[in-house]
Structure formats: C-alpha cells, structure tokens
C-alpha cells in the first residue's frame, strides 16, 4: 500500500521537477540574451520567477510527504520507477 502511495507521489512530483528544470532553463537563456543584447522582458522574469517560486513550494511540500510515507528522500530514480 505504501508503495503505491510512494509511486501516486512521484507521479505527481516529476512532472514539477522536470518543469522547474525547464523553468531555470528559460531563466538562464533570458538572462543570458539580456547581457548580450542589453533588453528582456521584464514582466517574462518575473512570471518565470513566479512559477519557480510555485513549483520549488509543490516540490518541497511533494518531497516531506514521500519522506514520511517511504522514509526515504525522494530522487529522481523514483520517476523512472515502474
């Protein structure tokens, strides 16, 4: 049963893992094209900035719930997990 819960959890946590991935990524490639070019779009950090901040949240909260079911920190390797 606990197994189950575990994995209900990595489902749902690996999707916000890879996002905030995806995210930092966008970030980075912004901030990197501001110092080239000398312009971004303000308003693209901060709704970046935003999501990070919401996801960092879900992931936090995702990992202390699969630590208290399985009593393990969560990985990676759990999203590869059958």
Known sequence: MA???????ADELCPAVERRAE????????KKYGREVGVVNVQDLYDLGEELKMLDEQISAGK???VSVTKKAFTRAACTAP
């Open 3 to 9: 197994k189950r819960i575990a994995q209900r959890i």
């Open 23 to 30: 995210v930092a990524d966008e970030i980075a490639k912004i």
């Open 64 to 66: 202390a719930l699969y």
